[in-house]
């Protein structure tokens, strides 16, 4: 069998590692436990969490074993990386529903059971019940505060203020690494690349406390052609839960990314094989309508299932061309929406009125076929009679409304 990191490196996963030649030998030779961390700061996972997730995926698939770890503990805290300002804190009880919540949307991507079954940590298991003082003494000796500010989840927060409780945060990240290393066995941390210095504490822990050998790897951030992180939509972040994106507009948003960006999302986000993948986008004209619409199956599928993601197909071809009408996507509103900036907010395609009123004086917006030029203006009596009609947003939201 070929080695994980072979695989990994020709899809395009690694950003960053740290003894390469080593940790490359290392999962040749034997199945090698690896943790990832996730903290549960809200409900559901999103888009930023799905690459690795997906390395955590392959890695299962070669031999290795997956310790998903949820920060029931550092939760409570907050990371500061990435971060201009402090993080809201959690309760308890918040965190614990939500490591829930995670639990249940990662296992269409990893198993639970059976061989290398991935391992559910929660590092509030360990942190929650620590004595600061025997803290300091064992772990912060081997900390220098020099060496933190140079890190750059530090150095970004330096000029608004960095608190001494943030401060502690790369302190419990090693710390947590440290534990999995003497509990299951730990040798691997994989994380997004904006952990980068938060994981070499952990790493730089382990190998001069234990004197043993530790690894980290960094995942590729998916970002935009302008640099910017790839996952938010209109009305936010792309989440995997579907009461908070729905399937739909998950499905949609796959379908409408930008040409250049059809096979990395490819490589990173389905388990599609590589032929088939250059096949796909290969070509730099029409035909890439085609490997959109495999892809936005392809990740569907996986976050919701293919059930969902064949009916957000449907819909989706209905709404521009190829399929059914009775397949598009359908919302219901009441008699009593009058004005046409009404209805766009209440089926979600604008968040306020004012929004709605920029929308329609742009021209982007249509009732059946009809442009719509007067945002307050109430909606033709004829089309609420009949029952239903189409909304147009632009050229690619297209809902047939329906009047109750």
Known sequence: MANVLDVLRERGFIKQTIYEDELYQMLETESVPFYVGFDPTADSLHIGHYIPIMAMAWMQKFGHRPIALFGGGTGMIGDPSGRSDMRKMLTKETINHNIECFKKQMSRFIRFEGENAAIVANNADWLLNLNYVDFLR???????????????????????????????????????????????????????????????????????????????????????????????????????????????????????????????????????????????????DERMNAAKERLAFEVTKLVHGEEKALEAQRQARAAFGGGSEADMPTKEVSAEVNSVADLLVAVGQAKSKGEAKRLIEGGGVSLNEEKVKDAFGEIPKDLKENGEFILHKGKKVHIKIKVK
């Open 138 to 284: 064992d772990i912060g000796v081997y900390f220098s505060v020099n060496k933190m500010l140079t890190a750059e989840c530090f150095k970004q927060r330096m000029e608004k203020g960095l608190t001494f409780l943030e401060f502690n945060y790369m302190l419990m990240q090693g710390y947590d690494f440290l534990y999995l290393n003497r509990e299951y066995g730990c040798k691997l941390e994989v994380g997004g690349d904006d952990q980068w210095s938060n994981m070499l504490a952990g790493v730089d822990l382990i190998r001069r406390k234990e004197q043993k050998s530790a690894f980290c790897l960094t995942c590729t951030l998916l970002l935009n052609s302008e640099g910017k992180k790839m996952g938010k939509t209109q009305k936010g972040a792309l989440w995997l839960d579907e009461d908070k994106c729905s399937v739909y507009d998950f499905y949609q948003y796959f379908r409408n990314v930008e040409d250049v960006k059809v096979e990395e999302c490819m490589r990173l986000l389905t388990f599609m094989d590589m032929e088939e993948i250059k096949e796909l986008t290969k070509y730099n």
